[in-house]
T-cell receptor
Framework: NAGVMQNPRHLVRRRGQEARLRCSPM?????VYWYRQLPEEGLKFMVY????????ESGMPKERFSAEFPKEGPSILRIQQVVRGDSAAYFC???????????????FGEGSRLTVL | QKEVEQNSGPLSVPEGAIASLNCTYS??????FFWYRQYSGKSPELIMS????GDKEDGRFTAQLNKASQYVSLLIRDSQPSDSATYLC????????????FGKGTLLTVNP
């Protein structure tokens, strides 16, 4: 499967626990984006990463949330001390490396659905 | 605040009819426009992209862009029950070469 791979698909956590969501981009893609989708809401941008660099984290809550995309391995979205309001679908998307105009086309993974009890 | 607005629906059309989905955006310098289809519980799937004024056709889908009026639409001809999904409009502003702003989506139901 050459698509964007996310795991786990479903994650249940109790309040105060940590959630780690993983994303492997499509083969040949070096740009990773995390979006959050709350019930009845649209997709909201969280963070944009390239290998070993956070390019834009303007959509990330200031506390408890962090993201990384190491040189080796998947991108990780980490949520510490989860609260019920963190319950959502978290989608990872990737796009190819571009030397010219970035068309902006994103390819999404199947998402990780976090439920906080 | 850059916004993308869509009628949440649901939009209900009979099988074989034309479904028309509309989207308006607030950022005048927006450059690229996308329609994604999202089935319930699934990931968004890119179905159309459009970058310049006018129409762009791909099979049963036609995207229409009018930058002066700041709207983009998606027409689905010969609608099929399998087209029933939420359609998300996404806009990339001129100020960013990567960030997409999504509307909340329009739920389309095609009735057999």
């Amino acid at each position: 499967n050459a698509g964007v791979m996310q795991n786990p698909r479903h994650l249940v956590r109790r309040r105060g626990q940590e959630a780690r969501l993983r994303c492997s981009p499509m083969k040949g893609h070096s740009h990773v984006y995390w979006y959050r989708q709350l019930p009845e809401e649209g997709l909201k941008f969280m963070v944009y990463l390239q290998k070993e660099n956070i390019i834009d984290e303007s959509g990330m809550p200031k506390e408890r949330f962090s993201a990384e995309f190491p040189k080796e391995g998947p991108s990780i979205l980490r949520i510490q001390q989860v609260v019920r309001g963190d319950s959502a679908a978290y989608f990872c998307a990737s796009s190819p490396r571009t030397s010219g105009v970035n068309t902006g086309e994103l390819f999404f993974g199947e998402g990780s659905r976090l439920t906080v009890l | 605040q850059k916004e993308v607005e869509q009628n949440s629906g649901p939009l209900s059309v009979p099988e074989g009819a034309i479904a028309s989905l509309n989207c308006t955006y607030s950022d005048r310098v927006s450059q690229s426009f996308f329609w994604y289809r999202q089935y319930s519980g699934k990931s968004p799937e890119l179905i159309m992209s459009i970058y310049s004024n006018g129409d762009k056709e791909d099979g049963r889908f036609t995207a229409q862009l009018n930058k002066a009026s700041q709207y983009v639409s998606l027409l689905i001809r010969d609608s099929q029950p399998s087209d029933s999904a939420t359609y998300l409009c996404a806009v990339r502003s001129g100020g960013s070469n990567y960030k997409l702003t999504f509307g909340k989506g329009t739920l389309l139901t095609v009735n057999p």
